[in-house]
């Protein structure tokens, strides 16, 4: 196994308590269900850039324990597909950004290898794209065919409403006391997608650690406008 993969870390607050699952409840069941259940079906999540796709993914690898393994194919393509040797003996695999190996031949080769691999262990697969299985751009019939066998379930994006209320639970699960006010005056001057917010909040949160103050909404206004992040 890939030593890039053995010193991967998953980030800390990928975890199921700090994803606001409203519209996404059936994606939330089936990785939970994944990470739990021997006997759980495999997953394809798709959805936006930032939709909390790899949120889920670490997810269901914290929640599996040391029987998981969480690979992010979008940060370490480059390594080649020897990458991928030797992950059958996880009883849990989350592949994020499969779609960054579609039309590649070796790559492809390999995940058709590991995929078998694993049927024959009676192991897991998850992954995620952007896009579905029959959109996802894989040449090689045999495989595609197997991925086509996972559970499928898309991401929808948050509105404005739902947004708030995912950055308050991120918050929370934090630590971090977020006024109604500020989270207003965030989701007004800020991207809305929930990767840049929860980047923010993390900033944010350091700057106000540092400086020994609240998360108000001068404060907020000042760090940003001073660019001391």
Request: glycine content about 8%; proline content about 5%.
């Amino acid at each position: 196994m890939s030593q890039l993969l053995l010193n991967l870390r998953l980030d800390d607050h990928a975890v199921f308590e700090s994803f606001l699952p409203t519209g996404n409840e059936g994606a939330v069941a089936a990785l939970t269900a994944f990470a739990t259940e021997p006997e759980a079906h495999g997953v394809w999540i798709w959805g936006a850039p930032a939709s909390g796709k790899s949120h889920l993914l670490q997810g269901a690898c914290e929640l599996a324990g040391d029987a998981a393994m969480y690979v992010p194919l979008g940060r370490l393509a480059g390594a080649g597909p020897e990458l991928l040797d030797g992950l059958e003996e996880r009883a849990v695999l989350c592949i994020d950004d499969v779609d960054r190996i579609a039309g590649q031949p070796a790559w492809e080769q390999a995940l058709f290898r590991l995929y078998n691999a694993l049927e024959e262990r009676q192991h897991r697969l998850a992954v995620a794209s952007v896009r579905p299985p029959r959109q996802s751009g894989f040449m090689l019939p045999d495989l595609s065919s197997r991925l086509m066998r996972l559970a499928v379930f898309r991401l929808g994006v948050l509105s404005g409403e739902d947004c708030a209320a995912a950055l308050r639970l991120r918050a929370r699960h934090r630590g971090i006391e977020l006024p109604k006010e500020t989270v207003s005056f965030l989701l007004r001057r800020t991207r809305r997608d929930l990767r840049s917010l929860y980047d923010l909040l993390d900033r944010l949160a350091a700057a106000a650690l540092r400086e020994q103050r609240r998360l108000t909404v001068p404060f907020v206004r000042t760090v940003l406008e001073k660019g001391i992040l």
